[in-house]
């Protein structure tokens, strides 16, 4: 089946650590995203690519990185100098970054202990 | 920068009944989106609106792109359990811009 894949659905890192959250799409789009979601609010974009080995930071991209090697592939790295990296991640992927719809993937809890 | 207002935060109806949501702007949008998320999952896309005046219907959804382009109306007919979540609407702008998303609205329905 096609689709956006993250894993894992629950993470849990210490405080200081850096932490690389997976995501994945079998759909050929060519945009992929990433938000954050807290409690309450709606999402925040962090990071999106248009195209391979390209990508533009979001509204809230202090304390993020990501790389975008393959087509299919978007990982995101949190480091330890993001101040509040407790929240819910979720990566997205459109054909294009214009107009069309974002499809999502499931999610990935990330927990600082 | 663009915002999308969507009130009130939550909302509670009896299984049955209809329930109305719009989402606001003050600015102009291209694509009014509407999704649905189920608690600890990824949103879902519901319906999608490209047009001014655009009414659109999926199952019980009907979803409507305002003409003024500065809103749009979602409306769930005969709810049930299961249409339990936060519905988020979501708009571009412009070539090239980024999707706004609303707050959102959390959607309980009582038996």
């Known amino acids: 089946d096609g689709g956006i894949t993250q894993s894992p659905k629950y993470l849990f890192r210490k405080e200081g650590q850096n932490v690389t959250l997976s995501c994945e799409q079998n759909?050929?789009?060519?945009?992929m995203y990433w938000y954050r979601q807290d409690p309450g609010q709606g999402l925040r974009l962090i990071y999106y690519?248009?195209?391979?080995?390209?990508?533009q930071k979001g509204d809230i991209a202090e304390g993020y990185s990501v790389s975008r090697e393959k087509k299919e592939s978007f990982p995101l790295t949190v480091t330890s100098a993001q101040k509040n990296p407790t929240a819910f991640y979720l990566c997205?992927?459109?054909?294009?970054?214009?107009?069309?719809?974002?499809?999502f993937g499931p999610g990935t809890r990330l927990t600082v202990l | 920068g663009q915002q999308l207002n969507q009130s009130p935060q939550s909302m509670f109806i009896q299984e049955g009944e209809d329930v109305s949501m719009n989402c606001t702007s003050s600015s102009i949008f291209n694509t009014w989106l509407w999704y649905k998320q189920d608690p600890g999952e990824g949103p879902v896309l519901l319906i999608a609106l490209y047009k001014a005046g655009e009414l659109t219907s999926n199952g019980r959804l009907t979803a409507q792109f305002g003409i003024t382009r500065k809103d749009s109306f979602l409306n769930i007919s005969a709810s049930i359990p299961s249409d339990v979540g936060i519905y988020f609407c979501?708009?571009?702008?412009?070539?090239?811009?980024?999707?706004?998303f609303g707050k959102g609205i959390t959607l309980s329905v009582r038996p």
């Open positions: 979501a708009g571009h702008s412009g070539a090239n811009s980024k999707l706004t």
């Open positions: 759909l050929n789009h060519d945009a």
């Open positions: 997205a992927s459109s054909i294009e970054s214009q107009y069309n719809e974002q499809f």
């Open positions: 690519s248009q195209i391979v080995n390209d990508f």
